[in-house]
């Protein structure tokens, strides 16, 4: 069960951090260069609808996940790392929430008003939130790896 878990653990957070990577540095960049706001605002809102259902379902394993392995050795007796790495995860996970139902939320909203203006700067607030959602997904690792 413990080997199910990390799995289950692992495979979630790549699906949440490798995503934002993905929107980061690969689908954004090459949309913009290739598609004007009419096109591009409505292909972005899109693709992170159908990637959002995914990372709801990751935040889930992760916090399911997280908190049965944090159980099984006791809260006490988890390295610091761990609990490190479960701080880290909540404020992720409030971070997201955030993104969801506020920029994401606005986003959708002024690509169904064709407000191109308004979209793009809902993009822009999305990206710096997932940013910042990497860069903590990365010092979650680190804090697991090296605070242990």
Known sequence: M??????????????????????????????AAQLAPPQRLPLIALV???????????????????????????????PLGWHLMFGIGLLMFALFGHLYFGPFRRLKLAVAASDWPEGGRRVGQIAKLAMSNLILGGLAIAAVIFGA
């Open 2 to 31: 413990p080997a199910l878990m990390k799995f289950l653990h692992i495979a979630a957070a790549i699906v949440w951090l490798g995503g934002i990577s993905f929107m980061l540095f690969a689908l954004r960049p090459a949309v």
């Open 48 to 78: 992170l609808e159908k990637f959002f259902r995914l990372v709801w379902v990751a935040v889930g394993l992760l916090l399911l996940t997280g908190l049965a392995m944090l159980m099984a050795v006791g809260m006490k007796n988890a």
